[in-house]
């Protein structure tokens, strides 16, 4: 079978999501995404390497950004899975200048929504900072961090959007190319700008925040310049009515989905305050648990990416058995996968414990959580599946609030519960039982979504 439609010669698109083998094809498409993701998660992880080695009030200062910064990042986010949903879905009914069209008014939009962050972040730099706690000592740094990073704020969304474009024509080995340039480039400028080198000076946190933005603005310009997305760009058929239609459809997705991920920020800080009322050791125990369960989702998150564009070009395809055996065969893998990484980290808990714990009572913690919250990442990623489904079915209102359900309905409470009853051993069971209990409820939901499509 072809890999490209000849429906229309002038625009081909590719079929493998459409025809494709639900299994072989999921699988293609996720490996290249989890590179990319382990990719930028070494991003953070070197900038923060990077940073500490100018002390203690550096690293302090850019710690104050991570809310703000994350808060960008979400719209963006959002923007690119409501790119995504409503591009896949016309890929799928095959109106080819309308995704022309939505596309370049997605690229748009992400510029747009880029120049009023800058706007609105460098007018209100010092005193939101000051409302989130920032003193006199680490303003100074702030505003050497902020004040470059605010100016990029439109290449940090835009690579994003651009990613979801391709992810919604089926290609993901450029995205994740992508990101690995984006993570080499930071390395090589993180260590030139920080700390300068031949004729650059050093910079500090400014070469950081620098560092950051061009290494964005890499990716940016390499995508504009790519091929697939170059030919769906098209200025010439401009108009205010058209952009403002577009806008709308992209945001009725956007919006909800850019919500969705900001709660689970929020979530994790309720969270880490319920369990330092337990004291330092648990928050530390914690802490740790918190960063290995991430890198155990990675299969989950890369995955979740994959399916939205596969459901929402099948949906707009009319496809829908096709669509309910993508769905309920992910969920049947995620449950098997995370069963066997609950075993794996069962099998390296005392070398995980070793590593991290310099205190017995951390590690104490950190094997409780090891032993409860990862046996609920399965139903977790059930959740995490349902809630990109429903984006990709044009359901964001139904998506965001399983997420209000798993995070503030149940996870939050229960965890509070568990900790006045049992500790922070309780708090770990309360997570555990709201994974199981939301993923009973998603599944619930997709069922029900799915009906009206019989």
Not at 119 to 145: K, S, V
Not at 300 to 312: A, F, H, K
Request: proline share 4%.
């Amino acid at each position: 079978m072809s890999t490209f439609s000849t429906a229309s010669p002038r625009r081909p698109v590719r079929r493998e999501l459409l025809d494709g083998p639900i299994a072989a094809t999921l699988l293609r498409k996720t490996l290249p995404v989890i590179g990319g993701m382990i990719a930028m998660m070494s991003f953070n992880l070197v900038d923060t390497w990077f940073i500490s080695r100018l002390g203690t009030e550096p690293l302090a200062a850019v710690s104050f950004t991570f809310p703000v910064v994350f808060t960008v990042i979400s719209l963006a986010i959002g923007l690119g899975i409501g790119t995504s949903a409503v591009v896949a879905r016309q890929l799928g009914r095959g109106e080819f200048d309308t995704v022309r069209r939505r596309a370049t008014d997605a690229a748009l939009l992400a510029l747009g929504v880029g120049l009023i962050m800058t706007l609105l972040g460098l007018t209100t730099l010092e005193p939101l900072f000051r409302l989130l706690g920032a003193d006199d000592i680490l303003m100074p740094h702030i505003r050497d961090y902020m004040g470059v990073w605010y100016f990029g704020a439109a290449v940090v969304i835009i690579p994003r959007v651009l990613n979801s474009l391709l992810r919604a024509h089926g290609n993901t080995a450029t995205q994740g190319l992508m990101m690995a340039l984006a993570a080499v480039s930071n390395v090589l400028l993180d260590w030139l700008l920080i700390f300068g080198a031949g004729p650059l000076p050093a910079m500090g946190v400014s070469g950081a925040a620098l560092a950051t933005v061009l290494s964005w603005g890499l990716m940016a310009v390499a995508l504009v310049f790519q091929r697939e997305l170059r030919g769906l760009f098209d200025l010439a058929g401009l108009t205010r009515h058209g952009l403002l239609e577009s806008w709308r459809e992209l945001g009725r997705i956007a919006g909800p989905a850019a919500l969705t991920s900001v709660f689970t920020p929020l979530a994790m800080g309720l969270l880490t305050r319920i369990v330092a009322g337990h004291g330092h050791d648990a928050v530390a125990g914690f802490g740790v648990g918190t960063r290995l369960e991430a890198f155990a989702q990675i299969a989950v998150l890369g995955l979740s990416m994959t399916l939205s564009p596969l459901i929402s070009q099948n949906a707009g395809a009319g496809q829908y058995a096709r669509v309910r055996r993508a769905i309920f065969g992910c969920f049947a893998f995620v449950l098997a996968w995370q069963l066997l990484v609950w075993g794996l980290l069962q099998a390296l808990a005392p070398w995980l414990v070793d590593a991290y714990a310099e205190r017995e009572a951390v590690g104490e913690v950190l094997r409780h959580f090891l032993w409860l919250v990862p046996l609920g990442l399965g139903a977790q990623g059930v959740v995490i599946l349902s809630i990109s489904s429903c984006n990709a079915l044009h359901r964001p209102a139904r998506a965001m609030r399983l997420s209000v359900v798993r995070l503030f309905v149940l996870s939050v409470p229960l965890a509070w519960l568990g900790g006045r009853l049992a500790d922070t051993t309780g708090v770990f069971v309360g997570m555990l039982t709201a994974n199981l209990l939301t993923a009973l409820v998603a599944w619930w939901q997709i069922r029900v979504v799915l009906a009206r499509y019989r």
